[in-house]
């Protein structure tokens, strides 16, 4: 009984992390860092993360500067950009790469508040898969004999609690997120 709460908490912690991993990629008008996440460069035969190579900044609310430690990346560095369709063209001046991020329209704002929700509602339906899985679990312990009808209503009262725990959490992170998107 222990082991299926334990389990589930841990399924739905990463079901959330998850979410907010997907949160971090989505452009939000400010330059992140975090677009740069999975931008890869074949550096010496290896697939390298581009955050490896080179010091990333951010000197203002709409550039992100990507220095390279190593000039002769540059252009690898610049294609692989361009090659992740992350809706930024990058500027290269031959010693660092500049992207500029355009302010977002009204519409461009809206799609992406759109976007969000449904990447929120696919993570609400796998905290309740979660959920339906656990309690399948308990109502097989029941009737395999391992637990006794009480035991069984307390812990689907507690996978219930902690399922709402988390649909809350995302409930939070989702506002928190729209209301990022949607300030000018």
């Not at 000197?59 to 540059?74: F, G, S, Y």
């Not at 790469?97 to 009204?106: A, S, W």
């Not at 035991?151 to 409930?171: A, G």
Request: with cysteine.
């Amino acid at each position: 009984m222990e082991n299926i709460k334990a389990n589930t908490k841990e399924k739905m912690q990463k079901s959330f992390e998850s979410l907010l991993h997907q949160y971090s990629k989505i452009r939000t008008g400010r330059a992140s860092a975090s677009i740069l996440d999975d931008v890869r460069i074949n550096y010496y035969g290896q697939p390298t993360p581009v955050k490896q190579l080179c010091n990333i900044s951010i000197p203002e609310a709409r550039t992100i500067i990507v220095q390279p430690w190593d000039k002769t990346t540059l252009a690898d560095i610049e294609k692989a950009i361009l090659a992740a369709n992350i809706g930024i063209t990058p500027e290269n001046d031959g010693n660092v790469i500049r992207l500029p991020f355009q302010p977002l329209t009204e519409e461009k704002r809206k799609d992406i508040v759109k976007n969000i929700k449904k990447i929120s509602e696919d993570a609400r339906i796998a905290i309740r898969s979660i959920r339906r899985d656990a309690n399948e679990g308990g109502k097989k312990l029941k009737k395999d004999g391992d637990i006794s009808e009480d035991e069984e209503k307390k812990l689907l009262k507690e996978l219930q609690d902690t399922t709402d725990e988390w649909v809350k959490k995302i409930d939070e992170a989702e506002k928190a997120k729209e209301k990022e998107i949607m300030e000018v």
